[in-house]
Each structure stands twice: as C-alpha cells, then as structure tokens.
C-alpha cells in the first residue's frame, strides 16, 4: 500500500494521478474481509501535504460515497477514524464530512441507534459560510434530528433542533416538514409534562383536513392517535379554566366517543368518581413518561386522579 501510494503521489499528471488514486481506493474497498489496516492509511496519505487538496477533496469524496459497501463494523471503524483525521482540516473538506456522516447516519437508524444516528447528523455545519444551504435543507435536517432523538425520548437534545427549526419553519412552504415539526413539538411538550399545551398542539393536528401532503398521505389512525394523544394529555394536565375548556372541546368532539378512552374522558369531563379498576386501565394506555414518578414519590397519573377525585366529590357535596 506504501509503495502504490508513493508511486501515485509521483505521478505529475492531475487526471492519471487521480485514477490510480481511485485505482488504489477501488482495491480497499472491494478487499474481502475488508482490510481496515489499508484502508486507514489511504485516509492518512489523502488528508497529509503530499496530495493537492483538488485531488485529496474528489477521492475522499469517492471514499465517503463507497463506504455503504462495507460491512456494518468496518463502516463505523473506518468513517469514525476518517472523521478523526479529517478535523484538523475539516474546513477543506465539509462536503466530504456531510457524505460521512450521512452514511453513519443512515447505518445507525437502521440498527435503531436513534442518538447515535442524531449525533452523527447534529454534527454537521448547517450554517456554514462555505456550503450555503437553503432554509428548506435546515429546516429538514433539523426537523430529522429532532425525530431521531424523539425515538429515544430525549426531549432535551429534541428541543435544541426544533428551536432552531422554528425560526425557519414560520417562512416554510413546505407542508410534509411543517406537520413534522408540529408532531415534534406536541411530543416534546408531551416528554416535558406540559400536558395542556401538548394537548392543544395534538388536537390542532387531529383536525387536518387533507389526506394527502406532497407525496405523504395522512392515515387515519395516525390522525386518531393524534386525537387519543391530545384526550391523554388533557385529562393528565392540571385542573384549571384552560383545562376544563379543552375537555368541553374534546368531549363535544364527536370522533372521541370512538376512542378507547372515551369512557374516562366522558368521567372526567362530567366529574365522577374515577374508581381504581378504571384507573388501572387508563394506566396501560399511558407512555413510560407519563407514569413517571416525581419527587414525592408519586405518579404523574396518581397526581391527576386524586386530584380529579378531590374536586369532584368537593363538586358533589357543593351540588347537595
């Protein structure tokens, strides 16, 4: 490997110099089992002063695109290793970093390595002055980041990118990113406990009235789940004027009374007793964070039931 590199450093034509590079690069890549030793020395060599930056940028840019041919492990080995010794100089070569990082991207979502696949994108420059990205690519990567660490229930990491996404959304003529950014912020909300505001947020995306947005069409059940979620929410949320309008709101709905915890909805709303039993069985619909405990040790949904109970029978004996 050395020896084919120092030969193609020597060659003075641009064009032959390059094609035994990717002569060079084609032997890595297709080598079975991947020989990773080689593979980091031809990182090496493109990224020192022996090789022009006009030819070091095309063949990492070949090498970033040919990395989906290796094996999983080898893959993260050799683009985590590039990415180490392309930084000293990661300015000359940020469009070659996107492709590497990408590629990581793609190759941990699809092990369900959902913040390793964030971390790996969080990592580019979208404001770069070099590369000039359009507010409809931030938007996007923002809006993908914010998803992928919404998998793992990280609403803090999540938050960070829809903050910046909101700021480019609001100019945004794109509507399959917008509701993506909608159904990013309802779940934050959600994660975060702010249960009433979560709720207007899922309610309002339950009511789209178009069934198909771009090239995506808007299932019904995703709608339903959007609904379901938004009653959730608002029967976990604290009592108050705000609370009591949104579950009028809700319970007139007429697509509620089909959802499988309309019965808890109706009790709530009219402010009956809640008695364990169906306690317990609204208990198994909820999400691990909103049965979470807090700093009294108990729950989220104890704190919503008790005090649901407390203000009925207090209504009860007011009504005698």
């Known amino acids: 490997m050395d020896s084919a590199l120092a030969s193609a450093a020597a060659i003075a034509d641009q064009r032959q110099k390059i094609e035994q590079y990717r002569h060079i690069l084609a032997s890595v890549i297709s080598s079975s089992p991947p020989d990773i030793p080689q593979a980091k020395r031809f990182l090496n060599h493109m990224v020192s002063d022996e090789v022009p930056l006009v030819v070091s940028r095309q063949l990492l840019q070949t090498f970033a695109q040919e990395l989906g041919k290796l094996e999983p492990d ?43 696949a964030a971390q790996m994108l969080s990592g580019i420059d979208l404001d770069s002055g070099i590369r000039m990205l359009d507010d409809t690519n931030k938007l996007s990567k923002c809006v993908q980041i914010a998803r992928l660490y919404l998998e793992d229930d990280d609403a803090v990491n999540a938050e960070a990118f829809i903050n910046k996404a909101s700021f480019l959304v609001t100019n945004s003529n794109q509507e399959v990113l917008n509701l993506q950014y909608k159904v990013c912020y309802a779940r ?10 979560a709720a207007l947020r899922y309610y309002g995306i339950s009511q789209i009235e178009q069934r198909q947005i771009g090239d995506e069409e808007i299932d019904e059940n995703a709608l339903e789940q959007a609904l379901s979620a938004a009653v959730t929410c608002t029967i976990l949320a604290g009592a108050g004027p ?68 407390l203000l009925s029978t207090i209504n009860s004996f007011l009504q005698l």
């Not at 985590?80 to 793609?106: D, G, M, N």
């Not at 959600?190 to 505001?197: G, H, M, S, T, V």
């Not at 009028?248 to 009790?267: F, G, M, N, V, W």
């Open 74 to 116: 080898s893959q993260k080995e050799v683009a985590h290793y590039a990415l180490t010794q392309i930084q000293p100089r990661v300015v000359s070569f940020e469009e070659q970093v996107v492709v590497i990082r990408e590629k990581l991207a793609e190759l941990y979502e699809s092990e369900q390595q959902w913040s390793r």
């Open 242 to 309: 705000q609370r009591s309008r949104v579950l009028a709101t809700l319970y007139k709905d007429e697509r509620c009374s089909k959802l499988k915890i309309y019965p808890i909805l109706q009790k709530v709303f009219l402010e009956r007793i809640l008695r364990k039993p169906e306690i317990d069985a609204f208990a198994e619909e909820l999400k691990p964070h909103q049965k979470a405990l807090l700093p009294d040790n108990s729950t989220v949904l104890d704190r919503a039931m008790i005090e649901h109970n």
């Open 188 to 197: 934050i909300l959600d994660l975060k406990r702010k249960f009433l505001e």
